[in-house]
Nanobody
Framework: QVQLEDAGGGSVQAGGSLRLSCVASGYSVSSLHMAWFRQAPGKEREGVATIGMGGTTTYTNSVKGRFTISKDNARNTLYLQMNSLKPEDTAMYYC???????????????WGRGTQVTVSS
Protein backbone atom coordinates (compact mmCIF):
# COMPACT_ATOMS: atom_id res chain seq x y z
CA GLN A 1 0.00 0.00 0.00
CA VAL A 2 1.44 3.35 -1.01
CA GLN A 3 1.81 6.11 1.59
CA LEU A 4 2.30 9.74 0.64
CA GLU A 5 3.86 12.57 2.62
CA ASP A 6 3.43 16.02 1.11
CA ALA A 7 5.29 19.14 2.18
CA GLY A 8 6.60 22.48 0.99
CA GLY A 9 3.67 24.81 1.50
CA GLY A 10 3.97 28.24 3.04
CA SER A 11 2.99 31.88 2.83
CA VAL A 12 4.16 34.00 -0.09
CA GLN A 13 3.23 37.26 -1.74
CA ALA A 14 1.52 37.36 -5.11
CA GLY A 15 4.01 36.72 -7.88
CA GLY A 16 6.15 34.49 -5.70
CA SER A 17 7.05 30.82 -6.06
CA LEU A 18 6.83 27.62 -4.04
CA ARG A 19 7.78 24.02 -4.72
CA LEU A 20 5.69 21.28 -3.18
CA SER A 21 7.06 17.78 -2.74
CA CYS A 22 5.41 14.43 -2.07
CA VAL A 23 7.51 11.47 -0.97
CA ALA A 24 6.02 8.06 -1.67
CA SER A 25 6.73 4.90 0.30
CA GLY A 26 5.59 1.35 -0.22
CA TYR A 27 5.42 1.68 -4.01
CA SER A 28 7.51 3.11 -6.79
CA VAL A 29 6.26 6.37 -8.32
CA SER A 30 7.38 5.04 -11.69
CA SER A 31 4.48 2.57 -11.48
CA LEU A 32 1.85 5.09 -10.39
CA HIS A 33 -0.28 7.79 -11.92
CA MET A 34 0.04 10.80 -9.64
CA ALA A 35 -1.61 14.17 -9.20
CA TRP A 36 -1.90 17.33 -7.15
CA PHE A 37 -5.25 18.57 -5.90
CA ARG A 38 -6.22 21.62 -3.88
CA GLN A 39 -9.13 22.59 -1.71
CA ALA A 40 -9.98 26.08 -0.51
CA PRO A 41 -12.35 26.66 2.43
CA GLY A 42 -15.95 26.15 1.39
CA LYS A 43 -15.00 24.79 -2.04
CA GLU A 44 -14.78 21.34 -3.58
CA ARG A 45 -11.45 19.60 -4.05
CA GLU A 46 -10.04 20.60 -7.45
CA GLY A 47 -7.58 18.73 -9.63
CA VAL A 48 -4.55 20.90 -10.39
CA ALA A 49 -2.13 18.71 -12.35
CA THR A 50 -1.51 15.08 -13.18
CA ILE A 51 1.43 13.04 -14.39
CA GLY A 52 1.07 9.57 -15.82
CA MET A 53 3.40 6.61 -15.47
CA GLY A 54 4.99 7.52 -18.77
CA GLY A 55 5.37 11.17 -17.85
CA THR A 56 2.43 12.66 -19.71
CA THR A 57 1.18 15.76 -17.89
CA THR A 58 -2.13 17.59 -17.76
CA TYR A 59 -3.12 20.81 -16.00
CA THR A 60 -6.28 22.59 -15.08
CA ASN A 61 -6.66 25.75 -17.18
CA SER A 62 -6.12 28.19 -14.32
CA VAL A 63 -2.55 27.02 -13.66
CA LYS A 64 -1.30 26.34 -17.20
CA GLY A 65 1.95 28.16 -17.86
CA ARG A 66 2.52 28.80 -14.13
CA PHE A 67 2.69 25.35 -12.50
CA THR A 68 4.84 22.36 -13.46
CA ILE A 69 4.32 18.81 -12.21
CA SER A 70 7.23 16.40 -12.26
CA LYS A 71 8.52 13.31 -10.54
CA ASP A 72 11.92 11.96 -9.63
CA ASN A 73 11.87 8.18 -9.80
CA ALA A 74 15.24 7.86 -8.04
CA ARG A 75 13.97 9.86 -5.07
CA ASN A 76 10.47 8.36 -5.32
CA THR A 77 9.13 11.91 -5.10
CA LEU A 78 6.47 13.97 -6.86
CA TYR A 79 6.88 17.74 -7.22
CA LEU A 80 4.75 20.75 -8.06
CA GLN A 81 6.66 23.89 -8.99
CA MET A 82 4.36 26.88 -8.61
CA ASN A 83 5.39 30.22 -10.12
CA SER A 84 3.58 33.54 -10.48
CA LEU A 85 1.33 32.64 -7.58
CA LYS A 86 -1.97 34.45 -7.20
CA PRO A 87 -4.21 34.94 -4.14
CA GLU A 88 -6.76 32.60 -5.75
CA ASP A 89 -4.15 29.80 -5.54
CA THR A 90 -4.56 29.85 -1.75
CA ALA A 91 -5.67 26.39 -0.62
CA MET A 92 -4.64 23.15 1.03
CA TYR A 93 -2.71 21.14 -1.55
CA TYR A 94 -2.78 17.33 -1.59
CA CYS A 95 -0.79 14.80 -3.58
CA UNK A 96 -2.54 11.66 -4.76
CA UNK A 97 -1.61 8.38 -6.41
CA UNK A 98 -3.30 5.43 -8.06
CA UNK A 99 -2.45 2.58 -10.38
CA UNK A 100 -5.40 3.60 -12.57
CA UNK A 101 -5.41 6.64 -14.82
CA UNK A 102 -8.00 8.99 -13.32
CA UNK A 103 -6.98 12.36 -14.72
CA UNK A 104 -8.21 15.25 -12.58
CA UNK A 105 -11.05 13.31 -10.94
CA UNK A 106 -10.62 13.16 -7.14
CA UNK A 107 -11.01 9.35 -6.92
CA UNK A 108 -7.40 8.43 -6.27
CA UNK A 109 -6.75 5.59 -3.83
CA UNK A 110 -3.90 7.19 -1.87
CA TRP A 111 -3.66 10.75 -0.53
CA GLY A 112 -1.19 12.85 1.36
CA ARG A 113 -2.29 14.80 4.44
CA GLY A 114 -2.01 18.14 2.69
CA THR A 115 0.20 21.20 2.85
CA GLN A 116 -1.16 24.73 3.13
CA VAL A 117 -0.36 27.37 0.50
CA THR A 118 -1.30 30.97 1.27
CA VAL A 119 -0.77 33.76 -1.25
CA SER A 120 -1.24 37.35 -0.13
CA SER A 121 -1.89 40.29 -2.43
Amino acid sequence: QVQLEDAGGGSVQAGGSLRLSCVASGYSVSSLHMAWFRQAPGKEREGVATIGMGGTTTYTNSVKGRFTISKDNARNTLYLQMNSLKPEDTAMYYCAADRRWLGLAPRYAAWGRGTQVTVSS
